[in-house]
């Protein structure tokens, strides 16, 4: 419009000649362009979504659209150009909607905010139904541009965002007192269960002692029997109880192991060792059983060393080759062994009914074994479970490799060790065979039964027994007899003290460290390092008569080389 009038006014310069009337047609048609011009913009201003008005530097309303009345809700009179800033905002706190408060004090602050501070704020007006932030600028020539926006949507959204989310901070801090109400709970049931696994633990230990013990003495003396009782049908009786009294002691054992693996109390005691000792042993050991099933018992030949507990170990290989030769009916039982990046794996294959996979963790769970395999077979499933349990405890991967009616493949890794320095000249210095008569062995406990049993025993084997129910006894004996005791068999747990003292204070009596030897029924490691301590051999109850005579012949042979 500016430009349009300008443009008229200097061409009614420039033409000194031009008629009036030729000069109103152009003022004419200047003031129309003008005013197209004006409708124009204020019909762009109207269809703008925001609230839109100009003030001039005295704060004087001069342009202003549609939704600048619609959201402020102004009258028409206040809808007219020159109407003062301070009248509206006058009028909009009046009606109730920037707030509580003295009407001039409002007006103040909006007119600071606005004119002065030309701040961005929100404001709720239509009894607060409705959201409006206002932003003002400020014009080079004077004066304020107001834009009025409905953000009350964004607003709601916003409130019900933060509903939301104290909400879920209110259902997290439910959930977390929930939380730590149920971890209170588990810790206290933990607890309650490790006192459990304690009482179990300990009652396990008291009550071993307490079966172990005559069930020792029955084992002495049914050994005792076998070997006396004639060739007839009472020989065979008595060999049926040994069978059976064996079979006690292999699930007692074996609940025994197992409760001891799962609380921990079993160390091990690792040591570097041969293979080749552990496979030669085994294959003595299980060369007649697989004979008597008519299969063929492979034992490859090893040079490598390991570092491994050999108790644990030699548990392990026992009971996998056991199991490989109980559920092969025909066939072969190889055990072998591969080396692998500073590793050996010692396996075990045999060619019986296999496995399928879907029952390969089945078969390490105690007291499961698979019906179809199974038939016929003595145990009660808890070998290869001791076996899973001792891997974890040596760190020694156990692994298992089957194809159903092909056969089965267990193996246990183990870390490979330097080998050590061997005296061979030694070893055969030292006197062979297991030749036990003629030792004088002292046997003390304070079971009856078991002094009882072991006199029997050793009596059969040609020794000549010393027994004794106490310290005080033991060394009455030593006195009365002509010379000092060839071996001293302690029980561990004595009602004077333990087995360790007493064969200390033997040793004081006769003036030499005799060899001694620990039977006990106490599984407990500490007992296990105690005796290792001092140098002394330990043996379990319920004592086996083989162990007992090589550990017997062992001593002579020692003796006999050091003389």
Not at 163 to 182: C, G, H, K, P, S
Not at 208 to 226: C, E, F, K
Request: glycine share 6%.
């Amino acid at each position: 419009g500016a430009a349009s009038s300008r443009l008229v006014l200097s061409l009614l310069l420039r033409r000194q000649n031009v008629g009036h009337r030729s000069a109103l047609k152009l003022l004419d048609d200047a003031s129309e362009a003008l005013q197209y011009n004006r409708d124009l913009l204020q019909s762009a201003l109207d269809q703008v979504g925001q609230g839109i008005s100009v003030f001039d530097k005295e704060m004087r309303l001069i342009c202003w659209n549609r939704q600048f009345r619609i959201l402020l809700g102004l009258p028409p009179d206040l809808g007219r150009v020159g109407i003062p800033l301070d009248q509206i905002l006058r009028h909009v706190a009046g009606e109730g909607d920037f707030g509580q408060g003295p009407i001039e004090r409002i007006v103040d602050d909006r007119m600071n905010r606005m004119v002065i501070k030309h701040e961005t704020f929100q404001e709720r007006v239509a009894d607060g139904k409705r959201v409006l932030e206002i932003r003002t600028s400020a014009m080079p020539q004077g004066g304020i541009v107001t834009t009025y926006t409905d953000i009350t949507q964004r607003v709601e959204s916003a409130d019900a965002l933060t509903r939301i989310n104290e909400t879920l901070e209110r259902r997290v801090r439910e959930r977390t007192a929930e939380l730590t109400q149920v971890n209170l709970a588990l810790t206290d049931a933990k607890a309650k269960a490790d006192e459990a696994s304690l009482d179990k633990t300990r009652f396990l230990a008291a009550a071993s002692h307490d079966i172990l013990q005559p069930l020792n003495a029955a084992r002495l003396y049914t050994t005792s029997l076998v070997e006396r009782a004639p060739e007839d049908e009472n020989k065979s009786l008595v060999h049926s109880i040994d069978v059976s009294l064996e079979v006690v002691e292999e699930i007692l054992g074996a609940l025994l192991d197992i409760s001891r693996l799962d609380t921990g109390s079993m160390e091990p005691e690792l040591s570097i060792f041969p293979l080749s000792e552990f496979f030669d042993r085994l294959a003595l050991e299980f060369e007649p059983v697989a004979r008597d099933k008519k299969l063929e018992l492979h034992v490859v030949p090893t040079t490598v060393w390991v570092r491994s507990d050999r108790r644990m170990l030699r548990r392990v290989l026992q009971n996998l080759l056991s199991n490989a030769i109980k559920y092969t009916t025909d066939g072969t039982v190889l055990l072998g062994c591969r080396r692998r990046k500073g590793r050996v794996i010692v396996q075990v294959w045999d060619t019986g009914p296999g496995i399928p996979r879907s029952s390969h963790a089945l078969v390490f769970k105690e007291f499961q074994r698979l019906d179809d395999s199974s038939r016929g077979v003595r145990g009660l499933g808890l070998g290869l479970s001791i076996v899973q349990r001792i891997g974890r405890v040596l760190d020694h991967p156990i692994a298992l490799t089957s194809l159903p009616g092909r056969g089965s493949m267990f193996s246990v890794t183990i870390p490979i060790a330097e080998p050590k320095y061997v005296d061979h000249q030694a070893i055969r210095r030292v006197v062979p065979g297991h030749q036990v008569a003629g030792c004088v062995a002292l046997c003390l406990d304070n079971e009856p039964q078991i002094v009882e049993s072991m006199t029997v025993l050793l009596t059969s084997w040609g020794c000549e027994v010393l027994p004794a129910l106490s310290v005080e006894e033991a060394c009455k004996q030593i006195a009365e007899s002509d010379g000092r005791p060839d071996i001293v068999l302690a029980d561990y747990h004595l009602d004077d003290g333990t087995g360790i003292e007493a064969i200390e204070t033997i040793r004081k009596l006769v003036g030499n460290d005799v060899p001694g030897v620990i039977i006990t029924a106490d599984h407990s490691p500490e007992v296990q390092r105690d005796v290792r301590r001092r140098g002394l051999t330990l043996l379990r109850k319920p004592l086996k008569p083989a162990a007992l005579r090589a550990v017997i012949a062992q001593s002579r042979r020692a003796r006999a080389a050091a003389e």
